[in-house]
């Protein structure tokens, strides 16, 4: 019978489904259920860098230099991070799988402080999106990838819980930085992060939101990512996010190196049940190919293999298409 439990940045879990951080991870009613759907592990909705001070600048848009305001300031901050810290003791006092807390940020700032409140709190690890474009004009090349490495190398010396470090698919190379992000103290990394889809409504000639759930052709980009870093770096765990919807995506992305799958779109359009089906369809799969656990065969189709490698490292389409 195949055993489906799995080390995802050292913490043990009972397979390797995992809740990505989204709305259906922000309530304790919400990852309840999805502990119950059968999850390995649950990665909370995010504290947004931006949000707080949002609120912050609202709330004290009438005169942001009183004293009031300032008060108001710090009691604002205070409350969310007291929200989102009693969320997690609720969550940790309520489930037995781990609860992994998440951190939107984009810059090294007063938000690391949180990061010892949120190990105080019970969380088994922290998942840090850092998210970017860098899209100006006096950007240098590798500051993004510099702040990836000095934001664990500043939160690693504040907390003892593994950190996760949540990927955009607009890092120079992935490889590299895995590298980097593991000698600074990263535990793992989540390939990749899907950042706000944009679009424009010709008729109304705007800006709009795109589709906010994945596609499964997704899945492609990150499965490339994880087969090639998994085959070099060696001593931290990977996540693959991005594009699984069916039943054999979770296999596609252990085979590729996952130790862990983050899923959050197909449980927005499939409901939770689709949780229990893929671990069936797992475990049957693993049963019919003679796979005991899942370490024997995660990673199996990672760039180490040499016929892998040449279909992960192909970015032109000439062989392919004059085979046609
Ligand atoms: C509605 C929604 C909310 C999300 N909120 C967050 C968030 O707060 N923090 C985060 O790191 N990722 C967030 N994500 C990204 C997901 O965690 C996930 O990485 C992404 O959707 C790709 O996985 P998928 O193809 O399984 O959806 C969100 C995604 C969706 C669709």
Known sequence: ?????TTFAGLELRNPIVAASCGLSSTLDGVVKLEQAG???????????????????????????????????????????????RFIGNCKSKCSIPIIASICCHSRGEWMAYARAIEKAGADGLELNVMGLCARREYNNGDYEKLHCDIVREVKNLINIPIIVKLGANITNPVALTE???????????????????????DTMRYVSGKVTSNPSDLSNPLRWVGLISASVKGISFALSGGVHTYNGPIKAILAGANAVEVCSVLYEQGDGWVAKALENLEQWMDRQGFESVEEFCGRMNASDSDAAEQLERVQFLKFFSAK
Do not use: W
């Not at 980097?180 to 010709?202: E, H, M, W």
């Open 1 to 5: 019978m195949a055993n489906l439990k």
């Open 39 to 85: 999850v390995g592990a649950v990665v909370l909705k995010s504290l947004f860098e931006e949000n707080i001070v949002r609120e912050i600048q609202h709330l004290s848009s009438v005169d942001d230099h009183t004293e009031a305001a300032d008060y108001l300031q710090g009691y604002m901050r205070a409350q969310r991070v007291d929200d989102y810290i």
């Open 180 to 202: 980097r992000l593991k000698a600074y103290g990263a535990s793992a990394v989540v390939c990749f992060n899907r950042p706000f889809q944009t679009d424009i409504d010709v």
